[in-house]
């Protein structure tokens, strides 16, 4: 049966653009489900328009990234993908303006943003396969640090937000700062918090270490300290 229904899959896939046509269940989710749960509040008892919605992408990318000959195909249309994203994205502005921010305007935006969503995660996965699908050094490292990196962002971001949305600056420079600050903190509390101490790598889920790689691990901040105490002294006996 689901090699039938695989096969339904490549063959809309065969179609230049139609995978964007997967969007039509997204928006059926919430026409039925949003009545119902109205508020975006990300808890499992009481926001299963958003759960459902999310489940399906979960779903989609499962069967999709699960046939080879589908993902050539979402290489293939990687343009119609990334063009998509383009004028979903102006297309939801423009609508709030030329509707005045009302009811109908925030309905339209609502639909275009969740083909915006959509097209946007199809033009990475396309991209990404055609372009960053090749090993190097720095991937096993990198692939390890993606789930403590996932944890430790959003309350970090709000915190830095918190200070930043306070600062009289631009819009995009306090965007800027926010990921920039953001994104620094984070790989300091992993690279010296995490990384160096087997508990709390199981923690943030990552596979324990031999003591000896772990001893071996250059941490530069503890480096420093010790290079600075021993001047200290030097300087002191002089």
């Not at 943003?113 to 199809?122: D, H, K, P, R, Y």
Request: some cysteine.
């Amino acid at each position: 049966m689901y090699a039938r229904f695989d096969r339904a899959v490549e063959k809309l896939a065969s179609a230049k653009g139609a995978i964007l046509l997967l969007f039509v269940p997204l928006i059926g989710s919430q026409v039925l489900l949003r009545p119902y749960f109205p508020h975006e509040t990300h808890a499992f008892i009481n926001d299963w328009a958003f759960i459902c919605l999310n489940f399906m992408y979960f779903l989609f990318g499962f069967v999709l990234l699960g046939n080879l000959k589908v993902v050539e195909l979402l290489v293939r249309d990687r343009r119609v993908w990334l063009g998509a994203t383009i004028a979903t994205t102006g297309l939801m502005y423009l609508s709030l303006k030329v509707f005045n921010y009302t009811k109908t305007a925030w309905l339209i935006y609502d639909i275009l943003a969740l083909l915006m969503s959509w097209s946007i995660g199809l033009s990475i996965l396309a991209y990404a396969k055609k372009y960053l699908n090749r090993d190097n050094v720095y991937r096993k490292q990198l692939n390890t640090a993606i789930y403590p990196f996932y944890l430790l962002h959003q309350p970090i971001i709000i915190v830095v937000a918190y200070f930043v949305v306070q600062l009289q600056f631009p819009i995009f420079l306090k965007a800027f700062l926010i990921i920039l600050i953001s994104l620094i903190l984070v790989w300091i509390i992993y690279q010296y918090l995490i990384v160096p101490f087997n508990a709390m790598r199981l923690i943030f889920g990552m596979k324990k270490e031999p003591r000896t790689e772990l001893t071996t691990r250059p941490v530069y901040i503890f480096a420093f300290w010790s290079l600075f105490s021993r001047n200290k002294k030097e300087n002191h006996r002089l």
